[in-house]
């Protein structure tokens, strides 16, 4: 059973806990330190100066570990000038509080030992020593503990990508089951233009780009991992006609891209995604603020934005769907940390879409 002061404080057993194997380690260093060097040795020494030392020791370590090299080695280019400096101030911190302990506060009461100690070049020298043995072990706990963290990371990762893959399997069976006689679909689509083209334009016109649209969904399963960004373009636009077509060409919205883009290659369906998005959540009624999509082509980035006015509804943080889940989980299981999606809402409450890949 825990100590009942510890038990009482939740948040300190907790701590206690979480660094548990530290306890462990410095109990069998001090008990190794005191007991055996000193059986070795044939003396000990008082009580208060074990306590003394081993808090400014154990206290340089730490200092050493998780201050000097953590923000010393932050930046590597600074390194070089940073962690010397960075040393030579623990260490000349160490000296001086033992410096002060020892001329000032052991001289009048003796809390460290009851002998008078000299402040001379051999105190000195052994307490540049002392420091530099803790220094030492403080750069091995360092990089121990940044190549646990590290391996621990990948180890992350690499959970995180064969989950994507299982989620991408899922989907793509998902789909399979539900794509019963596309063609048959497709045929019978053909079938109704056929017949209202002459009689009902805009029904005929709707039928196409709906038919279209599918049919691209569909044969995307079966392409290779890439598309030309050409042909999600031209998606996105039968996407757009095909809502015009249904609000008598009201809705505001503009498309921006030059033709260059066109030739870029990129997975199949994540401008078409953004766009539906649009749709889906994006108030489209105000001309003073049309919804926009644009598509920008860098040196070293292919680069996606949406911005719409968000709808009433959804204003309060009651956007739902997978749309979004999708493409971050898609993107980040092809291009990895190459490829960067942000989303956010602006002051003016436009719900904002940035996707950006890198070449």
């Not at 390194?79 to 160490?94: D, N, Q, S």
């Amino acid at each position: 059973m825990p100590d009942n002061s510890l038990s009482k404080n939740p948040f300190l057993w907790k701590w206690f806990v979480s660094n548990k194997y530290h306890f462990i380690f410095w109990t069998v260093f001090i008990f190794y330190e005191i007991v055996i060097v000193g059986l070795y040795a044939g003396q000990f020494g008082e009580p208060g100066r074990y306590i003394f030392h081993y808090m400014i020791n154990i206290g340089i370590f730490y200092c050493h570990a998780n201050l000097v090299l953590k923000y010393g080695l932050e930046n590597l280019k600074s390194a070089i000038w940073k962690v010397p400096l960075y040393l030579i101030l623990e260490t000349i911190a160490f000296l001086l509080v033992m410096y002060i302990a020892y001329n000032y506060v052991n001289r009048y009461t003796h809390i460290i030992t009851i002998k008078e100690v000299e402040i001379n070049r051999t105190f000195f020298l052994g307490g540049l020593i002392r420091a530099l043995y803790f220094i030492v072990f403080g750069t091995a706990y360092y990089f121990l503990v940044t190549f646990f963290k590290e391996r621990k990371k990948t180890e992350n990762l690499e959970q995180q990508k064969l989950h994507n893959i299982i989620q991408l399997a899922k989907s793509e069976n998902a789909f399979l089951r539900a794509q019963i006689h596309p063609h048959l679909l497709f045929n019978t689509l053909d079938f109704i233009y056929q017949n209202a083209k002459d009689n009902s334009p805009v029904a005929a016109e709707t039928i196409v780009a709906l038919s279209e649209m599918m049919r691209y969904a569909a044969d995307s399963n079966y392409k290779d991992e890439f598309v030309l960004l050409g042909d999600e373009i031209e998606q996105a636009e039968n996407l757009i006609n095909l809502h015009q077509l249904r609000n008598g060409h009201t809705l505001q919205i503009r498309f921006w891209y030059d033709d260059e883009v066109k030739t870029e290659q990129i997975i199949p369906m994540v401008l078409t995604t953004l766009v539906e998005n649009i749709f889906k959540h994006g108030d489209l009624s105000k001309l003073e603020q049309p919804a926009e999509i644009s598509i920008i082509k860098t040196e070293n980035s292919l680069e996606l934005k949406t911005k719409n006015l968000i709808k009433p509804e959804f204003q309060q943080g009651k956007r739902s769907g997978t749309g979004m889940d999708n493409i971050t989980k898609r993107l980040s299981y092809t291009y990895g940390l190459n490829a960067n999606i942000k989303s956010y809402i602006d002051d003016n409450e436009h719900f904002n879409v940035d996707v950006a890949i890198k070449k």
